[in-house]
């Protein structure tokens, strides 16, 4: 598997500042190293976090895309900024605190793993930046859509 050139930015950024460079696993890895930036990103006001997500999502597929050809391999496994944006929209208006983020991560890696349908199709469907990205961004928002359910049931 081509290694990247963690010097460029680009695929520094795309390779989740080097988490996705763990031998097993760096799907995870790097959902795990997009915590600490949710926390710092969590403390915006919500209009702020939203444009952070919507424009980590934009610069993602360019970054995706790029490191992709760079390396000849259409979504490496290194690359992992599809998972930190795939987290952070999973914690779009989560409640605070420390079970809500170990809850957003279990339920982002589930969907982001198990892939079910339209997660799956669309990983084999779509190309480029945009393909590496938005089966992410998918399984973000059906864990989301979990993630407040339990929140709501449990506030019941």
């Excluded at 010097?7 to 995870?28: N, Q």
């Excluded at 969590?42 to 993602?60: D, E, T």
Aim: charged letters at 10%; one cysteine or more.
């Amino acid at each position: 598997m081509p290694k990247p050139n963690l010097t460029s930015p680009i695929h520094f950024l795309a390779f989740g500042l080097g988490s996705g460079l763990a031998p097993k696993a760096p799907g995870t890895f790097g959902t795990l190293a997009a915590v600490p930036l949710y926390l710092l990103a969590a403390q915006l006001p919500l209009p702020a976090y939203s444009v952070f997500v919507v424009l980590s999502f934009a610069i993602g597929v360019y970054l995706c895309d790029r490191t992709s050809r760079d390396l000849g391999v259409h979504d490496h496994p290194g690359i992992v900024w599809d998972e930190f944006v795939g987290y952070w929209i999973t914690m779009w208006l989560a409640p605070a605190g420390w079970l809500w983020i170990v809850a957003g991560f279990v339920l982002f890696r589930l969907f982001d793993i198990l892939k079910p349908w339209p997660i799956g199709w669309l990983d084999r469907r779509v190309h480029g930046g945009l393909g590496i990205m938005i089966d992410d961004v998918v399984a973000g928002v059906m864990a989301w859509g979990c993630l407040q359910g339990l929140a709501w049931w449990l506030a019941a």
